[in-house]
């Protein structure tokens, strides 16, 4: 695991550490040889030199944004296309259940071509 990335985690709020080293767990088991680095301020993943995963907290919520995820479904007001066609991001605010077994699953099939 990248030193800089988990110093950016323990820098976040409580339960965004959590939802932070969740989703680090899942993207590292989903891409076991994914490239894990701090770029632009954010854990970056990348799989063979490709971006696949960028996780991003903010005051209110962390995002989790799959690439090349075209295909995917949306699900309202939680999992949803970004300004660029191949992208999606799940927002998460405090208290939100959320399924990653999902998540992983769709991490799997979006960078499964990458």
Not at 36 to 54: D, F, S, T, W
Not at 56 to 71: I, R
């Amino acid at each position: 695991m990248d030193k800089a990335v988990s110093a950016y985690l323990e820098k976040l709020q409580p339960w965004q550490v959590k939802v932070c080293n969740e989703l680090r767990k899942i993207t590292l088991a989903a891409i076991p040889n994914a490239e894990e680095r701090l770029q632009y301020g954010k854990p970056h993943y990348l799989k063979n030199g490709h971006y696949a995963a960028v996780i991003h907290a903010a005051k209110d919520k962390v995002s989790f944004m799959l690439f090349n995820a075209t295909d995917l479904p949306e699900v309202k007001g939680y999992f949803q296309s970004t300004t660029a066609a191949d992208r999606k991001t799940a927002s998460i605010k405090e208290n939100t259940e959320v399924d990653y077994q999902q998540l992983k699953k769709w991490l799997q099939q979006t960078s499964k071509s990458l």
